[in-house]
């Protein structure tokens, strides 16, 4: 990502492949490349989301979010990223659900590593 004040952005170009699996399973995935400007290295980025309802109902979800700097003009600065969040999802009402999610580093080269608890709303139209 940018540094705070930076000017200017990145562009994504992103392909997404998506498959249900019989009743209430389904897989996703995500694959582009992430253009980025002021000398950043452009980026490789690959998403892959699994979920199911086969927990008594309860929709669950497993993803990996994966990045691979490229830049072959400047290999000081490559760095790599693999991350893994786990996630539930609660019914609260008939068109609402609490999703709790837990992310973690799985691998990384030359990037921090990381570990969030979060919790977001989901509301069906």
Same mark, same amino acid.
């Given at each position: 990502?940018?540094?705070?004040?930076?000017?200017?952005?990145?562009?994504?170009?992103?392909?997404?492949?998506?498959?249900?699996?019989?009743?209430?399973?389904?897989?996703?995935?995500?694959?582009?490349m992430?253009?980025?400007?002021d000398?950043?290295?452009?980026?490789?980025?690959?998403?892959?989301?699994?979920?199911?309802?086969?927990?008594f109902?309860? *929709?669950v979800m497993?993803q990996?979010?994966?990045?691979?700097?490229?830049?072959?003009?400047?290999?000081?600065v490559?760095?790599?990223?693999?991350?893994?969040?786990?996630?539930?999802?609660l *019914?609260?009402?008939?068109?609402?659900?609490v999703?709790?999610?837990?992310?973690?580093?799985v691998?990384?080269?030359?990037?921090?590593?990381?570990?969030?608890?979060?919790?977001?709303?989901?509301?069906?139209?």
């Amino acid at each position: 990502n940018q540094a705070f004040g930076a000017r200017g952005g990145d562009v994504d170009t992103r392909l997404l492949v998506g498959r249900s699996i019989g009743e209430g399973a389904f897989v996703e995935l995500s694959a582009g490349m992430r253009h980025r400007g002021d000398n950043a290295s452009d980026e490789i980025r690959v998403d892959l989301t699994a979920g199911s309802d086969f927990l008594f109902g309860t *929709p669950v979800m497993a993803q990996t979010y994966s990045v691979w700097a490229v830049d072959s003009d400047r290999p000081h600065v490559s760095y790599t990223g693999h991350r893994f969040q786990a996630s539930l999802l609660l *019914p609260t009402s008939g068109k609402s659900m609490v999703q709790i999610s837990a992310l973690t580093t799985v691998n990384q080269q030359r990037m921090s590593e990381e570990f969030a608890v979060t919790a977001s709303i989901w509301r069906s139209f």
